[in-house]
């Protein structure tokens, strides 16, 4: 103990390495999956395309806009999954004073970080997809109303991450109520995991390009053995509102909150 307690002016962002770890693993997932589907299978068909067009650009713009586009969303849920897998927890012990798994509590630990993690790649999407904007604009020749359905989708979304990127700081929270902060934290981080999974979806709804018309882009991983980055974000949101959706329900919900409020059920 009193190792540790000397040692503590020396350590280098603890409480960042094992976030921080998960979200390069992650990024790194997303980005060999974009990288395989773009090279191996751009046109549906199994095969090795080294010189499609733009392909170097590509690599370090395009690409790199939807692996963070994809990253944030995945770390976004990765954020707000743990609270309700807690939820049924104490449901099913009826208190809130029983240790959680250590698993569990290391995950509820590093909320915050990859919360912030979240930011970061969100506002890199943005300003990559900034850039690309007047590119799509001159292929599509306009804005598809699709297109203007997940920007929107997507602005909103960044705009939530930003307000609780604020609330984050600490002069902001010190200056907010538990309560405040927990309504604050809890409605809007719910609000940008919508958001952001609406602006994955409308984005994979409807192909570029040529294929603007065709089939949505979000059901055609039967073509390819790489799954679109419009495909994988949406598995980690996906479970978390389905499992959300249950404590939602007003007997569960209020059981819930009586059990977080001090209300012990034997």
Request: contains cysteine.
């Amino acid at each position: 103990m009193a190792r540790e307690i000397e040692n503590m002016p020396l350590s280098l962002f603890p409480e960042w390495r094992r976030p921080l770890t998960i979200s390069i693993l992650v990024w790194i997932f997303l980005y060999l999956l974009e990288f395989g589907r773009y090279n191996f299978c751009p046109n549906k068909e199994w095969g090795w395309y080294p010189y499609h067009p733009n392909h170097i650009t590509d690599m370090f713009h395009y690409d790199l806009m939807k692996t963070f586009s994809g990253h944030a969303l995945t770390m976004l849920a990765s954020c707000y999954l743990p609270g309700v897998l807690a939820g049924y927890l104490q449901l099913m012990r009826g208190t809130k004073y029983s240790k959680f798994p250590s698993w569990l509590d290391n995950w509820l630990q590093m909320r915050k970080q990859l919360g912030l993690l979240v930011l970061v790649s969100a506002n890199i999407h943005a300003m990559l997809y900034m850039l690309h904007f007047d590119e799509i604009k001159e292929e599509t020749g306009g804005l598809h109303w699709m297109d203007k359905a997940f920007m929107t989708a997507g602005v909103f979304a960044f705009t939530v991450l930003l307000i609780l990127g604020v609330l984050s700081l600490p002069s902001v929270t010190a200056a907010l109520s538990w309560r405040e902060f927990r309504l604050a934290q809890s409605y809007l981080g719910w609000m940008a995991l919508t958001l952001g999974t609406l602006h994955c979806v409308f984005a994979g709804l409807v192909e570029t390009g040529e294929m603007r018309d065709g089939p949505p882009k979000v059901a055609t991983w039967l073509h390819c053995v790489f799954f679109d980055t419009k495909q994988i974000p949406l598995i980690l949101p996906g479970i978390t509102f389905v499992l959300k959706c249950p404590l939602l329900l007003p007997f569960v919900g209020s059981r819930l909150s009586s059990i977080r409020s001090g209300v012990v059920y034997k």
